[in-house]
């Protein structure tokens, strides 16, 4: 099972910017999608941004033109720079990983708070 570590979590101003980062313990190429997601108190866990192996993207319609995923391979890690955050961005966001086309991995998740 790949090993996902997120950081960059924290509280930010309505407007504000965070980078998150998702370190995958294996070379990032051997795995064929990265994810991330997020989950508000008495939510359904939601799908955020979707990277490829071939670098194609995808966005939830509710932050896109505001977050962008992207991954460097030498470091083996995936971002999510999010750009512009509204208080309901607020929730635990959580890296995931599909290897061999069925092996799913979770991280333990980074809260991510917006509020003046």
């Known amino acids: 099972q790949v090993h996902l570590v997120e950081s960059g979590g924290g509280l930010v101003q309505p407007g504000g910017s965070l980078r998150l980062s998702c370190a995958a313990s294996?070379?990032?190429?051997?795995?064929?999608?990265m994810n991330w997601y997020r989950q508000a108190p008495g939510k359904e866990r939601e799908l955020v941004a979707t990277?490829?192996?071939?670098?194609?993207?995808n966005y939830a319609d509710s932050v896109k033109g505001r977050f962008t995923i992207s991954k460097d391979n030498a470091k083996n890690t995936v971002y999510l720079q999010m750009d512009g955050l509204k208080p309901e961005d607020t929730a635990v966001y959580y890296c995931?990983?599909?290897?061999?086309?069925?092996?799913?991995?979770w991280g333990q998740g980074t809260q991510v708070t917006v509020s003046s």
């Open positions: 995931r990983s599909l290897r061999w086309g069925r092996e799913v991995s």
């Open positions: 294996e070379l990032i190429f051997s795995i064929n999608v």
């Open positions: 990277i490829t192996n071939d670098d194609r993207t």
